[in-house]
């Protein structure tokens, strides 16, 4: 050490349950946010990560080491409810935030996470931060921003310990929409924005647990009016508007609690024969509406770069994911087959019933951000709904 060096005090620290103290240069928010912490490995598309609902509650570390260098704008959010500002409540860099450069940056990615709330640091570790995670599992911990340097670490640490975490947490009635609506955007063209919704050929009703904005931006482009009900719907209600295809949305939480209300609902919806499609939290709904189980994952999955294999087809796609919860493979009863597994760890990553044309998968084929491999997933979605409709006609 050179002479007349001074150590910069930290700003930011994370305090995790088990007492680590991990310390950096807080950026965002002021103040402190108490969550799951988690690693992403995506490389691109930071916007969409801590805008994407079913980060509700985490903590979010990048892999991935210059974050916000395009700085943030209007267009790349994921949250359908923008004032509810629900995703990530934290956020950790390994680089120093730098000033955005890009022609689509509107303002620095500092002042977009002040203005959302979201708590933040840099100048972290997060190789040493996502070894940790991967050998122990996703802790719990405070993230806390403090431009002082002063910190109650004891506090901290308590209120890390005490929290009981995901599991039991029914987070999607704060991560939805809390009325019917009906979707008006399309998909993103460059350097032309996102497409005003085509003249309607389907009526799809979205059950919103934690909506994507991408997802009913691809069903929009499909030629669908999207008519999006909160997660509190019934059978009666999601019927009530004719669909012709019904989705159930990925979003936030522990799925056995978000289902004591939501099975009943898909359970019946399932039993009609309009064809029905789910994503992240929705596969978890179904599964546990069809009869088989859910349990939480020591590291999640949470990444652009998952190798998952499609048995219909026999390829492999390289997917985006997004879950902290999986369906136990071994709980599937007899009249639904396993259509997708991840080549990571074996986990399911598909379903479909034998006999209706309902499916689900658990990795995010709208992607934003991510590959585009499983794009056609919506085909085979709409696929369904051509083949009942000329069954009826």
């Not at 209706?356 to 992607?367: G, I, L, N, T």
Request: hydrophobic share 40%; proline share 6%.
């Amino acid at each position: 050490m050179s002479e007349g060096w001074t150590r910069r005090k930290p700003t930011a620290l994370l305090v995790l349950a088990d007492g680590t103290v991990i310390e950096g240069d807080g950026i965002g928010a002021t103040g402190e946010a108490l969550g799951e912490v988690c690693f992403n490995t995506a490389l691109t598309g930071y916007q969409e990560i801590l805008t994407d609902p079913s980060y509700a509650r985490q903590i979010v570390t990048f892999t991935f080491p210059h974050i916000g260098n395009v700085g943030a704008n209007h267009e790349d959010l994921e949250d359908l409810v923008p004032e509810n500002a629900v995703g990530a409540v934290g956020a950790i860099f390994r680089a120093t935030v730098s000033d955005p450069s890009n022609y689509r940056s509107a303002e620095s990615l500092d002042a977009w996470l002040k203005a959302r709330g979201v708590v933040a640091m840099s100048g972290v570790d997060t190789r040493a931060l996502t070894a940790l995670i991967r050998d122990k599992g996703m802790p719990n911990g405070v993230i806390a921003h403090h431009p002082d340097g002063v910190f109650d670490i004891p506090a901290l640490q308590r209120q890390a310990a005490e929290w009981s975490g995901l599991v039991g947490l029914d987070l999607a009635r704060d991560a939805a929409s809390k009325r019917a609506e009906v979707w008006t955007e399309g998909p993103w063209a460059w350097n032309s924005g996102y497409a005003a919704n085509p003249e309607a050929a389907y009526t799809i009703v979205a059950i919103d647990y934690g909506a994507k904005r991408n997802i009913l931006r691809l069903m929009s482009g499909h030629g669908a009016q999207v008519v999006i009900l909160p997660p509190s719907a019934t059978a009666e209600d999601v019927l009530a508007h004719k669909p012709d295809g019904i989705f159930l949305s990925n979003g936030p939480g522990d799925p056995a609690a978000t289902a004591e209300y939501a099975a009943p609902t898909i359970r019946a919806l399932a039993d009609t024969g309009i064809p029905m499609f789910g994503i992240c939290l929705g596969h978890q709904l179904l599964a546990l509406a069809l009869g088989a189980r859910t349990e939480k994952m020591h590291q999640g999955h949470h990444g652009a770069n998952h190798p998952v294999k499609d048995f219909t087809t026999g390829k492999v796609e390289i997917v985006s994911m997004n879950h902290g919860f999986a369906v136990d493979r071994g709980s599937l009863p007899g009249n639904v087959e396993e259509t997708h597994v991840s080549l990571f760890d074996g986990s399911n990553c598909g379903i479909r019933l034998k006999d209706q044309p309902v499916f689900s998968v658990q990795h995010h084929p709208e992607a934003s951000p991510g590959p585009q491999d499983s794009h056609y997933l919506f085909q085979r979605f709409f696929h369904l709904i051509d083949e009942h409709r000329r069954k009826a006609a």
